[in-house]
């Protein structure tokens, strides 16, 4: 689920999942505002999962997850699928609302660059640091650039501008799916389960896990105004 958290409640259960069984989790743009959420879903439900959103060319940097990777593996015990939203959104809203220029401008060069940059991310703690929205205390707070996850950690490309056709989109694709995988993580593609058959034969080199996607119409976000991409899976 990306976008309401009235939902990730509605959906939830309070048996914890068999050994050896589907896992429940979700993903939702937003970190919550409140900061015993997280601790109190993964005690009180059966969601063992999350979605964890990098800065990305089609992301906004008010989100509230970049700086929490620690507090939610190490001291909460969540599991985490880290996502990069791509070069894919053209709505002119979401450029000017976020001032990135990039936000679709797809082409090989750039799918190296996005895939450098997530690898940077993924690793360790540099001593770079970037500006980030903190949800829970309605702040701008300063967080490591590099979140710290474990090598051999999948990092999805986000990428639901859909349908997609081989060109400038699928270079972007490609590119990024290699620069990942010469690295030392592994690269994954979130996507409408109708585009793996496109994308899907182009990366077979790069060994890209998928997490299909379908889309569910538009959720509006906490401030009531509506997402430029949204979907569930």
């Known amino acids: 689920t990306y976008g309401n958290w009235s939902s990730i409640f509605s959906f939830t259960t309070q048996a ?22 997280m601790a ?24 509230g997850w970049l700086g929490e990777r620690s507090y939610l593996v190490d001291t909460l015990g969540w599991k985490i699928a880290p996502l990069y939203v791509g070069e894919q959104d053209p709505d002119p809203a979401f450029v000017a609302a976020t001032d ?21 991310e993924m690793g360790p703690d540099t001593g770079a640091t970037q500006q980030v929205y903190d949800r829970t205390t309605s702040s ?37 799916c290699q620069t990942v995988a010469a690295s030392n993580y592994k690269p994954g ?6 585009d793996i058959a496109v994308i899907a034969p182009l990366v077979t080199a790069y060994n890209v896990q998928f997490w299909a996607n379908t889309w569910s119409g538009r959720t509006p976000n906490p401030d009531g105004s509506v997402g430029p991409i949204v979907s569930s899976t």
Not at 16 to 37: K, Y
Not at 102 to 113: A, L, R
Not at 145 to 162: H, M
Request: overall charge negative.
């Open 16 to 37: 914890a999942p068999p050994s050896g069984s589907i896992v429940a989790g979700f993903d939702c743009v937003f970190f919550p505002a409140h900061a015993d959420t």
């Open 40 to 63: 109190d879903l993964i005690h009180r439900t059966n969601l063992r999962w999350c979605g964890y959103y990098l800065d990305a060319p089609s992301q906004r940097l008010d989100t």
């Open 100 to 120: 990135n220029q990039d936000s679709y401008n797809p082409s090989t060069q750039k799918g190296i660059t996005d895939g450098n940059e997530a690898v940077a």
């Open 140 to 176: 701008w707070i300063s967080v490591p650039r590099g979140q710290g996850f474990a090598i051999g950690t999948t990092v999805y490309l986000d990428w639901e501008n859909a349908p997609i056709t081989v060109g400038n989109n699928t270079d972007y694709i490609v590119a990024w």
């Open 189 to 194: 593609v979130y996507c409408p389960a109708s």
